[in-house]
């Protein structure tokens, strides 16, 4: 457990370690005199990110049910650290002109190859050695590692704007995190490289063939549509509060950098620790009651919400809007992994939990974002509120069609 979680840190790390240096780094590879534009250019390589996500999760979920997880988790490590090192090395546009913005694009492909592997191999592994007791408590901290990843890169984020001047940062430390996120993944390397490989899986290779995505798609479409479904509200939710509210604070609501960065850092600690409260919940009221929640309250909540955070200046009056919203919204993130887990069966279950999960995201988590900005440019910045508030619509729906899948798990012990 220690080593698929400490493994997930280090990737989510790396991949949020763009997110939130891109205030810093946009005007190096993006110059131009419009903020809202270079944040518009560097959030659309973002979103190519993740549409790499999908071909990492095919080609990783592919190994993963055939070789094992545990080689799969070991491969997406390498690629990440590869992708880290090549944009801290990356020269600005200054220097090399349109080829900088190209090779932070490759180096950006070859993070979401890697995570889109990362997330099903990870979630699957987790969610096979938690005992079935205790599933959702000990499979939530898939999500604690994922919002540790990314508070571990705003708290870099924030030391060295302590100790560097503004002119240091924008210069050459936002390269310093991603120099630290190349060396993590090494070390995330040789843990998994020590990992036990699950139980599930060794079972399962003395059965029939695994890791087919023909099959997955014959046996199990009522299933893939499923996670397609629920996964399109709660990654758009997840994104607006953990990744676009970072810039939403300093471009629409007039926060400083840092005041932006220490509001989103503290408001991710509080949702972190929701993570294992709301999966212990989940073992003893049953999932699909507590995604019901969370779906019901992002579609409730999200116009009042981005609205006060817009209106108000206050430092503790934003922290405090951001987190109730994310507290609800712990109500899917904690077990949004085992839930995907407990749907398929174990011969193509790393498949089933990333493919379905990787396309949504990708549509509408890795767009998020740019769709954000997009509105903003336009005039019409409240029209991403109703945008997203009809996405989680979409997902409660869908989890009002599925079975619990506490009592009705695919994953045997």
């Given amino acids: 457990m220690f080593g698929g979680s400490a493994g997930n840190l280090v990737e989510w790390f790396d991949w949020y370690t ?3 240096a891109a205030l810093y780094f946009a005007p190096i590879f993006f110059p131009n005199d419009d903020r809202t534009g270079q944040l518009l250019q560097t959030a659309a390589v973002f979103a190519v990110g993740f549409f790499a996500r999908p071909v990492g999760a095919w080609l990783m979920g592919v190994y993963a049910d055939r070789v094992g997880r545990k080689a799969a988790l070991t491969l997406s490590v390498t690629l990440m650290c590869a992708g880290s090192l090549a944009i801290a090395l990356t020269p600005g546009a200054a220097s090399i002109g349109i080829a900088a913005p190209a090779l932070l694009l490759v180096a950006r492909i070859f993070q979401g190859l890697s995570l889109g592997g990362e997330y099903g191999a990870s979630a699957t592994y987790i969610s096979e050695m938690a005992g079935s007791r205790y599933r959702g408590f000990w499979s939530s901290f898939h999500y604690v590692t994922l919002i540790g990843g990314q508070l571990t890169a705003l708290g870099i984020l924030i030391i060295l704007q302590r100790l560097l001047s503004q002119a240091e940062m924008a210069a050459w430390g936002w390269r310093i995190p991603f120099v630290i996120g190349a060396g993590l993944a090494i070390v995330a390397y040789w843990l998994r490289r020590h990992m036990q490989e699950s139980p599930s899986f060794i079972r399962a290779a003395r059965g029939a063939a695994r890791g087919s995505i023909s099959k997955m798609l014959a046996e199990h ?3 893939i549509l499923t996670v397609l479904g629920f996964t399109s509200g709660g990654s758009i939710i997840f994104y ?3 990744t676009y509210m970072q810039k939403f604070l300093v471009n629409t609501s007039g926060f400083s950098k840092d005041q932006a960065t220490e509001i989103s850092a503290l408001s991710l600690i509080a949702f972190m620790a929701a993570q294992p409260l ?3 919940l989940s073992d003893k009221v049953g999932r699909k009651p507590m995604m019901l929640i969370a779906f019901g309250g992002g579609t409730l909540l999200t116009w009042p919400v981005m609205s006060g955070v817009a209106a108000t200046r206050s430092p503790g009056v934003a922290f405090a809007l951001i987190f109730a919203a994310m507290l609800i919204q712990s ?5 949004s992994a085992v839930v995907k887990a407990e749907l398929f069966p174990t011969t193509v279950r790393t498949l089933g939990v990333a493919v ?7 549509a509408f988590g890795g767009t998020a974002e740019y769709v954000a900005l997009w509105f903003k440019t336009i005039g019409a910045e409240t029209g991403f509120y109703i945008y997203a508030s009809a996405l989680t619509a979409i997902s409660f ?6 079975r619990d899948t506490r009592r009705h798990s695919r994953i045997i012990d």
Avoid: F, K
């Fill in 278 to 280: 709301c999966g212990w």
């Fill in 397 to 402: 729906l869908v989890t009002l069609s599925m």
């Fill in 356 to 362: 379905p999960y990787a396309l949504a995201n990708a």
């Fill in 221 to 223: 479409p009522r299933e």
């Fill in 240 to 242: 607006v509060y953990t």
């Fill in 331 to 335: 109500c899917y993130t904690s077990i």
């Fill in 18 to 20: 763009y997110s939130a």
